[in-house]
């Protein structure tokens, strides 16, 4: 062929790629190994659009580059295949979720190999394969017989906790537990029956039912996970969500708190992740202190990290859902109380954590008195008070807190100045540590001192403890949902049981709906006859979405063991991920959990590395770039973009696929939208300019552009390169294909390289020139450079620029080619391959080796010098570097351009500035 044609050449190789297998990927010690991993994509029904290959091209490129580079490369995909959205898609169409996500990951793969991914299709996983969810329910199982112990920070099995309980009760055991677990003997536990050490159990086990505050959609008839819920309302449908008491299943993973900060500081990621899982993780040193409430039994325990401030506090406040809402609400107050919680608790906790300007709150009408200064305050409750946090209560000193002093400044209650040198300002905003004053034996200390001697004292008097609290709460593990793992627990006289590994997977049974039963029950209730030995119940919530997405990192490593969830061999040599790319929007969801679990499974022994992912990145966003037509009111006319002003028009979008470089096609335009079939349009220039913003991809807006068009069009070589020239990986970034030509014209100018006119081979065995090995060289250790950094966009630039190099200097030589096309290949594999068979070599150009860079050739022997007369540049000469700049000022001289513009005038003085410029002054 004489020009290069990507629809020919691209089928062809991914066609052969995979009759070859050439992908498939073998534990073999004898080289080293390197695992390069994509997030776990959900196979939607909308498939992909251009911004979704990004971070996958990245991962891609790397992936070959090392292979080239001699590593043995770990690259899968597979698909977090249960979902929200399919058992939404069943419920309203009856259609099992199997078949819609079936057919979703159909049209998912074929997209991502016409892309020409060098994924490892043998090790695909699902989640919601039964093969694959047999060891999410197996890990479930190992969490369920194990124990945190804070004295080996740890976990450990359930059985040395039941031999220690055995032995000396649970007195001298330091353990992540139930803050009710009552103390116990030896003796007592000895004469438990088998129920009760059960129940007891659960409240050391690190996955066992609780009753939990959670976001309980009714419309979608399930529980949400906070980052599934935004404003209130549920980020898939945007239904109501309310805040309610359930029943779940729940997994400690506040027991690894303190190893989740503390293993960041080992792991190669952005700072601004790990500040997000920091602040999400929120541990905070501090004291709990104990507010009697005035003619009343009950006690208030409040959390606070500046005890010092103590004497400033001049109210409490309780959170809406505290349990002791009801027995604090005077009759007085009771119907205004009642009406503001109701409204109160069905805000989420993120809307009421980063609301900071709103204020609302409600009198109880009960009083607690101040242990310190024995002075009596009022008792409020609020919205900015979470139930989860520390005990649900907060002492408010609006003295030295933003939310405490805008809230008792609205509501006229007394701020007593408790720090010197905190001026009353409108908003003092912040806490300030200074010298304490109206803080009675405290007066005169610095705030330091002052925490110190308050916790002291508290400790002493019984009234409060030094305690050490997070913002992260442990995880609610149950949905009311259908596509999910079922959860391998069966029930015996309320008491839950596991099911024997054997007995692994439990599968999900049929039922005749997707939804809740009419009692209420979750859709699993719907089952009939589906009970453990025809007789226990099972458990009728399944697996969160995070559950499968945990662990798929381990099992691509074993994809195939029917055995266990990973061999000891497999683990030890693929060991953690050595570069993750995904989104952000998993940081404080995915990334932890997976994180939580990887740190359980090291404990037990069963991996070998503390922390899943050692690198991650995270890509950035390619928005969308919408385009406007305009039309005129009341009329069935479009004006052109220059032209709306001298009209009163409405904006509306348009499809982007029917505009070109803004330019609309108006018979496509007409089709799209029939209606607009006989519209008149005002065209400038004999074009229908569009206007145009950057957006983020939506169907509504009609901006979604599909990889398959794209490919179609420009081949998946020019779409790969293209997205990493767009820019920076970690920065987001407008799609506009203003610039994808210039991509498809340097492949088709490559191509050149190698072929005359006729699209004959006319490649040289002759020895390179030392231009072109120079401009090679250069290429290599950009290249490697680059892509050893991430910083993929510069790299096409540099191979744009070492083909318009190459070319000028009419090089053809197969030695500067071959080695071109090894570099090239990670950005753009088919037309590497094509050629690299053309020139006759053997393999495939992904068994290459990575050419070497040769500093010889990237030394400079000569420099071009701008000469200029008077300060105007007129010509430029090349000197060798080793020129005195006596001679050179000789040959400038002699120049025929320069005598030239010296008109036979004798220059006052020439200026040789090194490596830099030539200046002749007339």
Not at 25 to 36: G, I
Not at 553 to 578: G, H, P, T
Not at 701 to 723: F, Q, S, W
């Amino acid at each position: 062929m004489s020009e290069y044609n990507h629809k020919e050449i691209e089928p062809k190789w991914q066609e052969n790629w995979q009759n070859q297998n050439i992908y498939q990927v073998k534990l073999d010690p004898n080289k080293p190994k390197y695992y390069v991993l994509d997030m776990f994509p959900y196979p939607s029904g909308a498939g992909l659009h251009v911004g979704h290959p990004l971070g996958y091209i990245a991962s891609d490129i790397v992936s070959r580059y090392k292979r080239l580079k001699g590593f043995n490369v770990l690259h899968p995909m597979g698909f977090d295949s249960f979902g929200l959205p399919a058992e939404q898609y069943a419920i309203e169409t009856g259609q099992h979720p199997a078949i819609t996500t079936e057919n979703n990951i159909a049209t998912f793969k074929k997209q991502l190999n016409k892309i020409g991914f060098s994924f490892d299709w043998s090790r695909e996983v699902r989640t919601s394969d039964p093969n694959y969810y047999k060891w999410t329910q197996w890990i479930f199982g190992q969490l369920f017989n194990a124990w945190y112990n804070q004295d080996s920070d740890k976990a450990e099995s359930i059985d040395s906790l039941i031999a220690r309980f055995e032995k000396e009760g649970n007195s001298n055991i330091s353990a992540a537990c139930d803050e009710d677990t009552p103390s116990f003997s030896s003796e007592e536990w000895n004469n438990f029956t088998e129920e009760q050490k059960a129940e007891m159990l659960l409240k050391y086990r690190l996955t066992h039912p609780s009753e939990a505050v959670v976001n309980w959609c009714p419309a979608l008839g399930t529980v949400l996970a906070n980052d599934e819920v935004k404003d209130g309302f549920s980020e898939r449908g945007g239904h109501p969500v309310e805040r309610k008491k359930m029943k779940q299943w729940m997994m400690r993973i506040t027991a690894y708190a303190d190893r989740l900060i503390s293993n960041l500081d080992s792991l190669e990621w952005s700072e601004s992740l790990k500040e997000m899982q920091r602040n999400w993780i929120g541990k905070s040193q501090g004291c709990e202190l104990n507010f009697k409430v005035v003619d009343s039994d009950i006690e208030l325990t409040a959390f606070t990290t500046r005890a010092d401030t103590i004497f400033g506090v001049t109210y409490i406040v309780i959170a809406p859902e505290h349990e002791l809402v009801t027995q604090l609400t005077t009759p007085e107050q009771k119907e205004t109380i009642e009406a503001y919680v109701q409204t109160a608790v069905n805000r989420s906790e993120r809307e009421r954590m980063s609301e900071v300007k709103n204020v609302s709150g409600a009198f109880t009408g009960s009083y607690a008195i101040n242990p310190f200064s024995g002075e009596k305050v009022p008792i409020w409750i609020a919205d900015y008070v979470l139930a989860g946090y520390g005990t649900g209560v907060v002492m408010a000193v609006p003295s030295s807190d933003d939310r405490d002093f805008r809230f008792a400044n609205y509501f006229g209650l007394p701020i007593i100045r408790v720090i010197e040198g905190t001026e009353e300002l409108e908003n003092p905003c912040e806490i300030k540590h200074g010298k304490m004053i109206n803080s009675g034996f405290l007066n005169g200390m610095d705030s330091v001192a002052a925490i110190a001697a308050i916790s002291a004292k508290a400790e002493e008097q019984g009234i409060g403890k030094v305690k050490v609290n997070y913002k992260i709460r442990d995880a609610v593990f149950s949905r009311q949902r259908y596509w999910g793992e079922p959860v391998p627990v069966y029930f015996k006289e309320g008491i839950p049981h596991l099911l024997e590994n054997e007995e692994l997977p439990l599968e999900l049974p049929a039922v005749n709906e997707y939804k809740p039963t009419e009692t209420g029950e979750p859709p699993l209730g719907r089952a009939t006859d589906w009970k453990y030995q025809g007789q226990y119940p099972y458990e009728l919530t399944t697996m969160p979405g995070w559950a499968g997405s945990s662990w798929y990192f381990l099992r691509y490593m074993d994809a195939n063991n029917e055995e266990e969830f990973v061999s000891q061999e497999a683990v030890k040599y693929w060991n953690s991920v050595d570069l993750y790319i995904g989104g952000t929007e998993h940081a404080t969801g995915h990334l932890l959990y997976s994180r939580f679990w990887n740190n359980f499974l090291f404990d037990m022994g069963l991996i070998h590395h503390k922390e899943p992912f050692q690198k991650l990145v995270n890509q950035g966003m390619i928005q969308g770039r919408s385009n406007f037509v305009y039309k005129v009111k009341n009329e069935n006319k479009f004006v052109s973009l220059g032209l709306k002003d001298q009209y009163e028009v409405s904006t509306l979008h348009v499809d982007v696929n029917i505009v070109e470089n803004d330019v609309l096609d108006i018979e496509a335009f007409k089709k799209w939208r029939p209606e607009y079939t006989e519209a008149e349009f005002v065209l400038e220039d004999d074009k229908y300019l569009c206007g145009y913003v950057v957006e983020k991809m939506s169907k509504s807006k009609y901006n979604v552009v599909n990889p398959d068009d794209m490919i179609a069009k420009y081949g998946a070589d020019t779409l790969r390169m293209y997205e990493m020239f767009l820019g920076p990986l970690e920065h987001d970034k407008p799609w506009n294909t203003h610039g994808i030509d210039g991509v498809a014209k340097f492949l088709r100018k490559l191509w050149r390289l190698f072929h005359d006119n006729e699209g004959s081979l006319v490649v040289t065995e002759n020895e390179p020139a030392k231009e072109a090995l120079k401009v090679l060289h250069k290429t290599i250790k950009k290249v490697e450079e680059d892509i050893e950094n991430l910083s993929f966009n510069t790299s096409v630039s540099a191979f744009m620029v070492c083909v318009n190099e190459l070319a000028s200097m009419k090089c053809n030589n197969q030695k500067v080619l071959k080695d071109l096309l090894v570099i090239l290949s990670p950005y753009a594999p088919h037309i590497s391959e094509e050629l690299w068979s053309k020139l006759g070599q053997s393999g495939s150009v992904l068994d290459a080796n990575f050419p070497a860079w040769d500093e010889t050739y990237l030394k400079e022997d000569a420099h071009e010098y701008p000469i200029s007369i008077n300060g105007k540049m007129r010509v430029k000469m090349t000197f060798a570097l080793d020129m005195s700049p006596k001679d050179i000022e000789a040959e400038v001289l002699a120049n025929e351009t320069v005598q030239k513009w010296l008109q036979g005038k004798t220059p006052k003085k020439v200026i040789v500035v090194p490596k830099r410029i030539v200046n002749v002054v007339i």
